[in-house]
């Protein structure tokens, strides 16, 4: 049994993954900003933080008095209505606080929990992104969460060169185009088979390996 801490679990891929890892008997340690966990198990328990509060994300981290073997930054959100770069009214405010949440959430997170994943004997981290990130997918809609995705690569493929000399290894993931509130109802793929594909990569994942981009598949994807 390993110790997960997923981010973000309270919906979507983050909930998915939740209940996959229950169900194989795993423990673990889901982050809602409010109210209570979106499950109840003997092995589920909740930390409560905003990703854009650091005092928050540390004293949610002093909580806990265990080993964390696996962290799965997946708390994100889509960004602004106006996205559209040529937008008179283009909600440059919107802008900021999508890289707040998608870009220094997760790193925030990453420092705050650290310590706990080093007393893991072979700690693990997960960004979940997306491939709109990419510089090989063009496009121009939703342009503040995709240049937030093409940021956190970055961020994290940093984290997972610092990181390595400690023996914890970093994957950057997209989920795939899932069936949630902000992948849509005509989205290509089910939650569940998003968080078998992860948990997979996640199972995978070695120092050798550490540092990529990869789909939910297991394919490699251009940064």
């Not at 984290?159 to 949630?180: F, K, Y």
């Given at each position: ?6 981010t973000g679990?309270?919906?979507?891929v983050?909930?998915a993954?939740?209940?996959a890892l ?8 889901g982050?809602?900003?409010t109210?209570?966990g979106?499950?109840e198990?003997?092995?589920f328990?909740?930390v409560r933080?905003?990703?854009?509060d650091?005092?928050q ?10 080993p964390?073997d ?8 889509i960004?602004?209505l106006s996205q559209?770069?040529l ?6 405010a919107?802008?900021?606080?999508t890289l707040d949440?998608n ?13 706990l994943?080093?007393?893991?004997k072979?700690?693990?981290v997960m960004?979940v ?7 090989t ?11 937030s995705?093409?940021a ?9 060169e610092?990181?390595?000399?400690e023996g ?20 290509s793929?089910?939650p569940?088979e998003?968080a078998t594909g ?11 390996t550490?540092?990529r981009?990869m789909?939910?598949d ?5 940064w």
């Amino acid at each position: 049994m390993s110790t997960y801490l997923v981010t973000g679990c309270g919906r979507g891929v983050g909930l998915a993954l939740t209940k996959a890892l229950l169900a194989r008997g795993d423990r673990v340690i889901g982050s809602v900003r409010t109210g209570e966990g979106p499950v109840e198990h003997e092995r589920f328990s909740t930390v409560r933080f905003d990703v854009r509060d650091e005092d928050q994300i540390k004293a949610a981290a002093a909580t806990l008095d265990e080993p964390i073997d696996v962290l799965v930054n997946n708390a994100g959100i889509i960004g602004p209505l106006s996205q559209n770069t040529l937008d008179p009214g283009f909600d440059f405010a919107g802008f900021a606080e999508t890289l707040d949440v998608n870009v220094l959430g997760p790193l925030r997170v990453v420092q705050a929990f650290l310590p706990l994943l080093r007393r893991s004997k072979a700690g693990k981290v997960m960004a979940v992104s997306s491939q709109l990130g990419s510089m090989t997918y063009p496009g121009s809609d939703r342009i503040a969460y995709r240049a937030s995705k093409a940021a956190l690569n970055k961020v994290m493929q940093g984290v997972a060169e610092d990181l390595a000399q400690e023996g914890i290894a970093v994957v950057i993931a997209h989920p795939g185009w899932v069936r949630t509130d902000m992948g849509g109802a005509d989205a290509s793929i089910a939650p569940e088979e998003s968080a078998t594909g992860l948990i997979d990569l996640l199972d995978r994942l070695t120092l050798e390996t550490t540092g990529r981009f990869m789909n939910w598949d297991g394919a490699v994807r251009a940064w």
